[in-house]
């Protein structure tokens, strides 16, 4: 074998090939240039939403306060993928070491695990909002809002910070992924020793998560659409289109998120790549470029903060 195969052979056992960023390269130039338009769009857009809560006094509530959560939460998740893959599309690199595709996976999977239990803590806090109106600004306080934040974030990020020492903890057989970032599930798959305490683990944290999730946002919005048959048209309408808004969001991220836990779950590889990895990046792309215009822009009080603050922002640049 030359020196030169010898250090190809090398590189490749250092690395992951991401065979999906293979797979964009005869239109890479046009990919990088709409994967960066996107990220400015989420990145502004949410900046701008994270701002006008934090300096507006009048938005200092729960509800606004799970808005600038869920909001800040899609803008680290953005920052944990496109940058990268934009990076890759400019440069044609295909690669990334074992140490940063564990990172991405840690970032990642801490975000998708964290916007499902945001999108938790909001159903519930809309429960209360609703059902028990009168005890709402007891029951839920700023201060306990910050906690279920914190709580829940931390409860994410160990969850995947130990799948993610059980997976470095593997040995690699294979160094490609059918994909354009690292999920925890195709370095499973690309591992030749035991991986069943991975799989398990990865199984019951998955779906002990899916299911608190969707009982606790069924049971809530179910509690609501019933009292809304007891209150006032107008009162009713406003509720149902909360309801509907925070469930377009959250089907939005769920079909995403779980095409890739399905994908390889139940062996469904018959996809052609471009196909897998358009549905795996749902979850990273959508929720975070919607959410802004979904719980923000169409969020009345907080719409109009937004609006004052650029207007000051626009007579500042004229001074």
Do not use: W
């Not at 990919?31 to 507006?56: D, G, K, Q, R």
């Not at 209360?128 to 990020?157: E, H, Q, W």
Request: proline share 2%; net charge positive.
């Amino acid at each position: 074998m030359s020196r030169k195969s010898m250090e190809n052979a090398s590189s490749v056992s250092r690395n992951f090939v991401l065979l999906g960023i293979v797979e964009m390269e005869e239109l890479s130039y046009l990919y990088c240039i709409l994967s960066l338009f996107i990220y400015i769009f989420i990145m502004v857009l949410s900046l701008e939403i994270v701002l006008v809560v934090l300096t507006e006094e009048s938005l200092h509530e729960p509800m606004y306060i799970f808005i600038c959560n869920l909001t800040f939460n899609g803008m680290l998740g953005s920052s944990s993928f496109f940058p990268k893959l934009i990076i890759d599309l400019l440069t044609s690199s295909h690669q990334i070491s074992h140490v940063g595709c564990f990172l991405q996976v840690l970032a990642m999977m801490t975000y998708a695990f964290f916007e499902l239990s945001s999108f938790t803590i909001m159903a519930y806090d809309r429960y209360l909002a609703v059902c028990d109106p009168l005890r709402y600004v007891t029951k839920m306080t700023n201060a306990k809002a910050i906690k279920l934040i914190l709580g829940f974030f931390a409860y994410s990020f160990i969850n995947i910070l130990v799948a993610v020492i059980l997976s470095s903890r593997l040995t690699y057989c294979g160094s490609q992924i059918k994909n354009i970032f690292c999920d925890n599930l195709s370095l499973i798959v690309l591992s030749c020793g035991d991986s069943s305490v991975n799989n398990v683990y990865g199984a019951l944290s998955t779906v002990t998560l899916l299911v608190f999730t969707l009982l606790i946002t069924a049971y809530s919005y179910l509690k609501n659409f019933m009292v809304c048959l007891k209150i006032s048209k107008e009162a009713c309408e406003k509720a149902i289109h909360t309801l509907i808004t925070h469930l377009l969001g959250f089907s939005i991220f769920l079909v995403g998120g779980m095409f890739i836990f399905i994908r390889f779950r139940l062996g469904n590889n018959n996809l052609p790549l471009f196909s897998q990895v358009l549905l795996s990046v749902t979850f990273i792309v959508f929720p975070p470029l919607l959410n802004p215009l979904i719980y923000g822009i169409r969020t009345k009080a907080l719409r109009v903060k937004i609006f004052q603050h650029l207007h000051k922002i626009r007579i500042i640049s004229k001074l």
